[in-house]
């Protein structure tokens, strides 16, 4: 998943630099602004939206049963399952939300927008509707993975 992520995150990057890929003049301005924060908000954005599949990889690896030994005071520990399945069913619910409507994208007015960055923006951004039914996946398989153990 992290990789799935990975189109948007540099797109998003590539912005704060002042690319406009695929913004017009105005569209760009628009969105970086013209203090620091607009880039600042776009880099934190793309680095949350990494680091949130990221933890992804716990539902299928040993770092997300037991606590690496060295994590200080909970090194060994193991993890109880519902600490990772609820936080990660919240996640599918939210993910669906956030990107199951960009499945319209190419039907929306994108007046900002050059034609050939529609169509970048909906090809960078696209692999995010397959984030929330993957995650399920692996979040199912975890949970039955772990089922009976606390």
Request: hydrophobic fraction near 55%; glycine fraction near 10%; proline fraction near 10%.
């Amino acid at each position: 998943m992290p990789l799935l992520v990975l189109p948007s995150s540099l797109w998003r990057i590539g912005l704060a630099m002042g690319l406009p890929l695929g913004y017009t003049e105005q569209g760009l301005r628009d969105i970086i602004g013209t203090t620091m924060w607009g880039p600042l908000y776009l880099v934190a954005l793309a680095a949350l939206t990494e680091g949130a599949a990221l933890l992804t990889l716990g539902l299928v690896r040993p770092w997300g049963e037991v606590v690496p030994r060295w994590i200080p005071l909970l090194g060994g520990r193991t993890i109880p399952p519902a600490a990772v399945t609820v936080p990660a069913w919240l996640g599918v619910a939210v993910l669906t939300l956030l990107w199951t409507p960009f499945l319209f994208w190419w039907t929306l007015p994108h007046a900002d927008m050059t034609g050939t960055g529609r169509l970048l923006v909906g090809l960078v951004y696209l692999p995010l509707v397959a984030w929330p039914p993957l995650l399920a996946a692996v979040t199912l398989s975890y949970q039955r993975r772990r089922r009976g153990v606390s």
